[in-house]
């Protein structure tokens, strides 16, 4: 698609989305319609009071549960109480509000022991009550408090025994697997550990270091030269009004939906693999996620194509640069983003990059507790130059829907489908998922999937199982 | 989505530059290394109980194709199955065009390396 060409299409769809008459709330994929109809994970004030404007945070945005405003990782402390009094199976926190009862038959829940019809039985009703509940955090992970009380910030009492807005915490992902495909390779994945530092209010540093699992083995995760590394390593003034904010350090750019599923051909065919080094640049990133329009846009530099990075010198990028944004509107029923991006280096450094998205979610669960389903999609056309100079032009689309069956229970199936090459013959394939996410116990994920692969050779054409054991917190 | 995929041509036809004429063998072996080794790789500290694939020609086990002379016995098997898309196995990612043509001409040219000058 021509630069021009896709600038209009850009427009276009900004202005239908702006027009397009809505219902109040926003959010997808499962988890975040999930956390967004559970109005006591976000609210910033008790008894429901509508904050002002510039300060909500119905709109789904990644902020609301996660420290990266791109989302993923490290959780802020909405997002630590959602992962311990809803989505689990077992709960360890009370959850003070109704959403849909579905609990696993046998599976009690502590939420259980608060009438529904008296919500809001724990914690302060305002902030003159929340200075009372300061002695009341009991948080393994979470130190520090802020002295002044302020409503746009989670205070002492609001999430049961969580360290509402702590100056330093830490944080851990970890992530073991089993490849069930003619035969079994058990590996880890991915080691997280991850760093934030909170000394004022606006003000954030974010540090995770990770090592990159090897699928051949314990020790060749550690053997490897490039493991550990700084996953991310940024600093950010965030917390504004329109939860507006600039980041500044190592990220991977902001395009699309950020899928957990790292082998996603929408992130992969793009370098925007999650688990990898090189997926990471150094760079500058600013957004605002209002209600309910969002945009993030970003500036960096980054390493060639064929190198990792370094894994502590955030500074070594100097083979190219590139730059992306990511705009929508995202409401709790329904949401429409569009993203584009450009890298530009040295031909036989990688060469240069176009790329251009559309993305959308519908979620029927915002419209009955009945139909607790979200779905997602995205589609991405890209070119990106051979060694020769040409220009290979590129699809890949995925689409996936959810179903909680019960709290924890997340039933999925999704498809995934790429031509990374649109001249040349053969090459495209696609990728079908079944499977369920079972989050146990608050920070202990089961992730199995039956995974069925089809290419245009027959004989090529196969199926796994993949299970995921995912520890975090 | 057959539909949306498009192209009458091999990458070879389509642009013959796309990778270099005589490709080296630490460009096969950096693919062989991301794609196959993670599997088929000599028991070491970890595959000493047997978890892991080894990879065997009939039956005689040879190295892993993490060693020159693995890669290059084995060539001609491995291109075979690169190219009709039967490994990786399962649903892992198969080779893209510019991969599976690198281990081509390495092979169509001698296939040189360290161990076959």
């Known amino acids: 698609m021509q630069p021009l060409k896709r600038v209009l299409l850009l427009l ?15 959010a997808v994929p499962q988890y975040s319609a999930q956390a967004g109809r559970t109005c006591d994970n976000c609210h910033i004030m008790p008894d429901w009071d509508m904050p002002k404007l510039a300060h909500r945070k119905r709109n789904m945005s990644c902020q609301a549960c996660h420290v990266d405003p791109a989302g993923g990782g490290m959780r802020t402390t909405a997002g630590r109480y959602y992962g311990r009094s809803t989505l689990p199976m077992i709960a360890t926190s009370p959850r003070p509000q109704d959403d849909w009862d579905h609990n696993f038959p046998g599976i009690g829940r502590r939420d259980k022991a608060t009438p529904y019809e008296t919500y809001m039985p724990i914690g302060p009703r305002n902030l003159e009550q929340a200075a009372a509940y300061t002695d009341s955090i009991n948080d393994k992970w979470a130190w ?7 409503p746009t910030a989670p205070f002492p009492g609001r999430y049961f025994g969580l360290n509402p807005d702590p100056k330093l915490r830490f944080g851990g992902d970890f992530r073991a697997a089993a490849l069930f495909a003619g035969s079994t390779n058990v590996f880890p994945m991915q080691l997280d550990v991850s760093t934030v530092v909170h000394p004022v209010h606006h003000v954030t540093a974010l540090m995770v270091v990770g090592a990159r ?10 053997d490897d030269s490039h493991t550990p590394y700084f996953r991310d390593l940024f600093a950010m003034s965030s917390e504004w009004p329109y939860q507006s904010y600039v980041k500044a350090g190592r990220f991977m750019p902001n395009f699309g939906l950020r899928l957990d599923d790292h082998t996603n051909r929408t992130r992969r065919e793009f370098e925007l693999d999650n688990s990898i080094p090189e997926s990471r640049v150094l760079g500058v990133e600013a957004g605002a996620v209002a209600a309910f329009p969002f945009v993030h846009a970003s500036y960096f530099k980054m390493k060639s194509k064929f190198e990792e990075p370094d894994p502590w010198d955030i500074f070594d990028v100097d083979d190219g640069w590139g730059a992306s944004l990511n705009l929508g509107w995202r409401s709790f029923a329904w949401s429409f983003g569009a993203s584009s991006m450009v890298r530009r280096r040295p031909l036989d450094q990688g060469g240069d990059t176009d790329t251009f998205g559309i993305y959308g979610s519908f979620n029927p669960w915002y419209f009955s507790t009945g139909i607790p389903v979200s779905l997602q999609g995205e589609i991405d056309f890209g070119s990106a130059q051979r060694a020769s100079g040409l220009d290979a032009d590129k699809i890949a689309m995925y689409g996936e829907i959810d179903y909680a069956a019960w709290n924890g229970v997340n039933l999925l199936f999704a498809y995934d489908w790429a031509d990374p090459d649109r001249d040349v013959i053969d090459d495209e394939s696609g990728r079908a998922q079944v499977g369920a996410q079972i989050t146990v116990y608050p920070g202990v994920t089961i992730d199995s999937r039956v995974r069925y692969l089809h290419v245009t050779t027959p004989d090529g054409n196969d199926a796994d199982l993949f ?5 975090w917190f | 989505m057959a539909g949306c995929a498009s192209g009458d041509n091999t990458l070879d036809a389509v642009d013959p530059e796309a990778v270099a004429a005589n490709p080296t063998y630490n460009q096969v072996f950096a693919i062989i290394q991301n794609r196959c080794v993670l599997c088929h790789e000599s028991d070491d500290e970890d595959g000493g109980d047997g978890d892991y694939l080894r990879v065997t020609t009939g039956a005689e086990d040879v190295p892993g194709l993490e060693t020159c002379a693995s890669i290059v016995a084995l060539r001609e098997d491995i291109l075979e199955r690169v190219e009709d898309n039967t490994m990786p196995p399962g649903a892992l990612p198969r080779l893209n065009s510019e991969e599976k043509l690198i281990i081509r001409r390495w092979i169509e040219n001698g296939a040189p390396a360290p161990c076959n000058p």
Do not use: E, M, W
Not at chain 1, 12 to 26: C, E, K, N, T, Y
């Open chain 1, 12 to 26: 276009v769809l900004i202005s239908a989305a702006a027009f397009v008459h809505h219902r109040v709330a926003l």
């Open chain 1, 144 to 150: 520090g408090t802020h002295r002044k009380l302020i």
């Open chain 1, 213 to 222: 699992g090897q699928s051949s083995g314990y020790s060749d995760t550690f």
């Open chain 1, 467 to 471: 299970v995921q054991l995912h520890v």
